[in-house]
């Protein structure tokens, strides 16, 4: 299924930080959904498949280990990957591949503050980081809003603005 078109939405608050010899990126984006929807967004298999850019073989809101597959047009890339913590609905920490990811839910007087902790080995990847989570949760935003678009994964970013936020991303981040 190709997604319909994507306007993607104002740039996402970011920041690098360097964590021993990896990098984090910080990126914070307001949701006007209540965190318990969130949180099945997060981590309902069927629900990733409509907007991560990997599907999961299980639900992610339980400790333990996942396979999380890559998803770029046909091609595929199952990685390992390790629930750390599941804490319903308000922190999830897990691995995929090299990386780990937090994602933290705070309660809003309009729905739920998103904050991910992405941590890499390559600094000069994070404005790519951010650019693909962008077009993620913007995807994610119109799910929870009833109004689906379909995923934006791997290529097909191209074509909905993914090299333009990659250099806004840069700029953002380059004092960071």
């Given amino acids: 299924m190709d997604p319909a078109p994507l306007r993607p939405g104002p ?5 690098a930080t360097p964590a021993d010899d990896r990098w984090t990126l910080r990126f914070v984006r307001e949701l006007r959904h209540p965190p318990q929807r969130v949180w099945a967004a997060l981590t309902d298999p069927a629900q990733l498949g409509e907007w991560a850019p990997f599907l999961a073989d299980r639900d992610l809101g339980t400790p333990g280990d996942v396979v999380l597959t890559l998803v770029d047009g046909d091609t595929t890339d199952a990685q390992p990957a390790t629930v750390r913590r599941a804490e319903a609905p308000r922190l999830l920490e ?5 990386d780990l990811l937090r994602w933290e839910l705070t309660p809003t007087a309009d729905g739920t503050r998103l904050t991910l902790w992405h941590t890499v080995a390559d600094r000069g990847t994070l404005p790519m980081v951010a650019a693909g989570w ?6 994610a935003d119109r799910l929870l809003a009833g109004d689906p678009v379909g995923p934006v994964r791997g290529r097909a970013a191209l074509a909905h603005g993914w090299a333009q936020l990659r250099d806004t991303y840069a700029r953002e981040l380059a004092d960071g």
Avoid: N, Y
């Fill in 94 to 98: 897990h691995t995929w591949g090299g």
């Fill in 134 to 139: 962008h077009l993620c949760v913007d995807v």
């Fill in 11 to 15: 740039p996402a608050e970011v920041t």
